[in-house]
């Protein structure tokens, strides 16, 4: 139901667009965010957004750096990181979440930050 693209190799300091693509679902009823894991470290979340785009959270670690958003006419949601940094490497997985609703996970981005 949902598709993660956009991952890849970067150098400290560039920039990559995360993307992830909803099928199947009611997408502009549905919370989307983003997390991350790390080897060895928990499940993060990085970034959420809610149905209508109006609120938006970030963790501490990624404000100002990363934003979030969303095309509900298109289904996808992204997200922008900017001034990227080692300790961003993960891998990103796209979420989806709504009351009542089934929730959904992509299948994993992997981002991976060169120093």
């Known amino acids: 139901q949902l598709q993660a693209s956009g991952g890849g190799l970067v150098q400290a300091g560039g920039s990559l667009r995360l993307s992830c693509t909803a099928s199947?679902?009611?997408?502009?009823?549905?919370?989307m965010g983003w997390y991350r894991q790390a080897p060895g470290e928990l499940h993060e979340l990085v970034a959420s957004?809610?149905?209508?785009?109006?609120?938006?959270n970030y963790a501490d670690s990624v404000k100002g750096r990363f934003t979030i958003s969303r095309d509900n006419a298109q289904k996808t949601a992204s997200l922008q990181m900017n001034s990227l940094k080692p300790e961003d490497t993960a891998v990103y997985y796209c979420?989806?979440?709504?009351?009542?609703?089934?929730?959904?996970w992509g299948q994993g981005t992997l981002v991976t930050v060169s120093s």
């Open positions: 199947g679902i009611t997408f502009s009823v549905y919370t």
């Open positions: 979420n989806s979440k709504a009351p009542l609703r089934p929730t959904y």
């Open positions: 957004i809610t149905p209508g785009g109006g609120t938006v």
